[in-house]
Nanobody, 120 residues
């Protein structure tokens, strides 16, 4: 089992910044990828940003140049620095981790979600 704890959401004005954090714990031997997804009301969940074990990142076109994903392997933690926030960034943000335990069992784990609201 892999557990994820997210933090850092909140209410911010347009143009503001927030940093999300997600820490993984449990039966982790290798973390293959960590990422952030978001889901706005009445919309499907979408990928925001992802980082693999080699540090290679990919971003949704809508956030390129504004959001930065990073990870601290020693802490099993992934961060999402969000700058230049827009009202359309308002959503519940979910952390996702792809990991393996020492036996090779794969886990595709999700956090509980953290609300990000961008409004004046």
């Amino acid at each position: 089992q892999v557990q994820l704890v997210e933090s850092g959401g909140g209410l911010v004005q347009p143009g503001g910044s927030l940093r999300l954090s997600c820490t993984a714990s449990g039966s982790i031997f290798i973390i293959n990828a960590m990422g952030w997804y978001r889901q706005a009301p009445e919309k499907q969940r979408e990928l925001v940003a992802r980082i693999n074990s080699a540090g290679v990142t990919n971003y949704a076109d809508s956030v390129k140049g504004r959001f930065t994903i990073s990870r601290d392997n020693a802490k099993n933690t992934v961060y999402l620095q969000m700058n230049g926030l827009k009202p359309e960034d308002t959503a519940v943000y979910y952390c996702n981790v792809l990991a393996q335990d020492i036996f090779g069992t794969r886990y595709d784990s999700w956090g509980q979600g953290t609300q990000v609201t961008v409004s004046s």
